[in-house]
């Protein structure tokens, strides 16, 4: 009977104020008195003795007064009556948000880690008491949240009372925000089994919903999208609670948060790059952030060069040496570490500019800008640690073995992409010197002259093969 009670008490102002609304800034509070007090009072049933449930329902019903109240001191007219039922969706809000923490610190058992926080959760109730009863006492709330209708008191002191609040509301706000991390670090650091499984579930709700509320900030400076995601913390904190199918969310966790903070960093790098070529005289005519979006930009307006990651979304594998490819554009690939497969593919399936870096190159500007210049111009560039690799990587029978260690040199030179001059001036040489070691190498290789190969390429690739 008091469930159907509660249900009721909830239902009915969410649905009061859906009908009088919604208002997009008060719709977080409506969900949240539907989704807390359904996951609670199903917990209620299903675990009687977790006092968490409770505390889920408690939630639930103060947000469905908050959200009746707020829409209908919202609803232009006024309604009768409006200036009461307005106060009651507007002064209880520092209560709520410790009624929240408690909640949040007491997860998933319903107690507190320790009876030492008890009085932690005193001094939260005393702050929120004290900001609640200057909220009831004074319209200190009511310009941020934008009611029609008025206070039902008018008292002297408005001036100072929001002078105090506008201070102590952050401070507040502030001190609660971080009494809750800290209580959940503590009791994460002590959980075991089931309970680390059980926050595990919690802080993966927590952690999506955060980044939608600072994706919605960063694009829209609005935390709305982030605050419309409270639904899932409840439905996650009762999944967890409930430990339905608790096992299976570990592999989804991991990979989700490793392929998260990949792409994270990946999208981090492109802006970092593409601030960087425009620093150093590039013109950046797209960005992308997977493979599809990539083959979508080069298809549509082909630049001179495409300045890649080797492993993009989704999979990080070799998606951008995958996708990039285009007929006349120079293709520019970085790479975290060595990897020769890829830098044959690009010398052996490539036409035109080809480029293999390390991402440490990129710190140098001017260099990383020169070797995009030569991409550009169809010149083909290789990371010295990948030629010295190269090198160091000797076959039982290789090719190479007939060249001198000049001429070793010399071909390590040209599978960086330098010319026969830029070869003579690294190594001190003159040009004739120089291109008599490039015929040698070419005779010694076994490379016939022949009008539809390169015998210069040929070379190198003879060389990175080895």
Known sequence: MLRWLVGVAT?????????????????????????????????????????????FVAVGVAHAVMFAGREYGLHAGPLPGASWVAWFGVWPLPLVLVLIGVTVMCFPTGRLPSRGWVPVVVVLAAAGLV???????????????????????????????????????????????????????????????????????????????????????????????????APLLAVAAGAAILRYRLYDIDPVINKSLVLGAMAAVVTAGYAVMARVLTDIGFTVTGQAGDGAALLSLVRADPPDVSV??????????????????APGVGLMLLSQYVEVHHALRLMTEFDGGVGYLLKDRVSDLAAFGTDVRRVARGETVIDPDLVSRLVARRRERDPLD???????AVLALMAQGLSNAAVAADLHLAIKTVEAHVTSIFTKLGLIQHEREHRRVRAVLTFLRA
């Not at 969410?14 to 208002?23: C, I, M, N, R």
């Not at 199903?42 to 505390?55: M, Q």
Request: aromatic share 8%.
């Open 131 to 229: 900001l609640a009863t200057v909220s009831a006492l004074w319209p200190v709330e009511y310009a941020r949240i934008g009611l029609v209708a008025g206070h039902p008191f008018d008292l002297p002191g408005t001036a100072a009372a929001e002078a105090f609040y506008r201070v102590a509301r952050p401070v507040g706000y502030l001190l609660f925000q971080l009494t809750w991390v800290a209580c959940v670090v503590v009791r994460v650091r002590r959980a075991r089994g089931d309970e680390a499984r059980q926050m595990r579930w919690f802080l993966y709700a927590v952690t999506v919903s955060a980044a939608v509320m600072l994706l919605g900030l960063a694009v829209g400076k609005s935390p709305v999208p982030g605050t419309l995601t």
């Open 11 to 55: 239902a009915v102002p969410v649905a009061g104020g859906f009908v009088l609304g919604p208002h997009l800034g008060n719709l977080h509070n409506g969900l949240i008195a539907a989704s807390f007090t359904a996951v609670g009072m199903y917990v209620v049933r299903r675990r009687p003795g977790n006092r968490e449930g409770r505390l």
């Open 402 to 408: 007939a060249l001198t260690v000049r001429e070793r």
């Open 308 to 325: 890649i990651d080797l492993r993009m979304p989704p999979g990080f594998a070799a998606e951008g040496i995958d996708t990039a490819a």
